[in-house]
């Protein structure tokens, strides 16, 4: 079988699960296997392929028939421009969360050798980005799941992110950060726990523990704000991403806080970010 009728192939078997995103699912999976990239796969379309990576990206593809994530299937996925390893029990990183490295970025352009913390770091792909953007920045990243964390020191030593100090621990605990922050970045659980049942059979597969925000949606933000301001160095911005619906009640919760307060939309046009800084004294 040559290359372009596999993906064909694959396309046919994964439009019923994937709809409109299922040429580019069956290209992923097909470049993943024949090991390019998704833009190259056209200069391959007549190369003939083995009858084995034919079987697997057709056992690949019946994986997403059972709303297993495409990103779970591959073991990895991109963010900022950067490889992270992801899978069972870890949250998939998207390219909304990006901002937040714009974010950061921006705040931190005159800084000299900043300290960072990602707080419910999950995969990694906050921390680890920062560290890679600002080679001389010291990142703190905590993560409370045994099973994201093994991800997560996996992708440190993946990204040669040699300014990253992994941490296993709690937020609502606030222990082993030896200096304070110049920045806090959080992409926390924010779903209100009454509606976690209606989403994607995709999102169902992700670990409940990084979805879950209690029954307000709220109870990370409060803790970032009321545990986390006072390792914030005066001049310190807490960062955090929020859901498309969420500005004007995350923005309350940092207003008991910070004089400065800001939501920012993403490439969407929805409300992805609050910014908190100018704290009050």
């Known amino acids: 079988m040559k290359l372009n009728e596999l993906r064909k192939r694959l396309r046919t078997i994964l439009e019923p699960c994937s709809g409109e995103e299922s040429a580019f699912e069956a290209d992923c999976i097909a470049a993943d296997i024949i090991g390019c990239t998704n833009s190259a796969l056209r200069l391959h379309s007549d190369t003939e392929v083995d009858e084995s990576v034919v079987d697997k990206a057709v056992s690949f593809a019946r994986r997403r028939l059972l709303h297993e994530p495409l990103q779970y299937i591959l073991g990895k996925w991109e963010f900022y421009g950067r490889e992270f390893y992801v899978g069972e029990g870890v949250l998939i990183p998207r390219p909304e969360t990006e901002l937040l490295i714009d974010v950061a970025l921006n705040e931190l352009k005159n ?37 994201a964390f093994e991800f997560l020191k996996k992708n440190i030593v993946h ?7 992994p941490l296993l621990g709690d937020i609502f605990e606030c222990n082993g950060f030896e200096e304070k922050a110049d920045i806090i970045l959080s992409n926390p659980p924010y779903i209100c726990s009454d509606i976690i049942s209606s989403l994607q059979p995709e999102v169902l597969k992700e670990p409940l523990m990084a979805l879950d925000g209690g029954e307000s949606g709220l109870i990370f933000y409060e803790v970032i704000a009321d545990k986390w301001t006072e390792f914030l160095k005066p001049d310190g911005v807490i960062a955090v991403e929020i859901g498309e619906e969420q500005g004007e009640s995350v923005s309350a919760v940092f207003k008991t806080k910070f004089n400065d307060v800001k939501v920012i939309k993403d490439f969407s046009g929805n409300d992805r970010a609050v910014v908190a800084k100018d704290l009050i004294n």
């Open 159 to 165: 990204n040669t992110a040699c300014g990253c100090k």
């Open 111 to 147: 800084k000299k050798s900043p300290v960072c913390y990602d707080l419910c770091s999950g995969s990694g792909c906050i921390g680890i980005t920062l560290s890679k953007e600002i080679p001389d920045s010291s990142v703190y990243m905590l993560e409370k799941s045994e099973m």
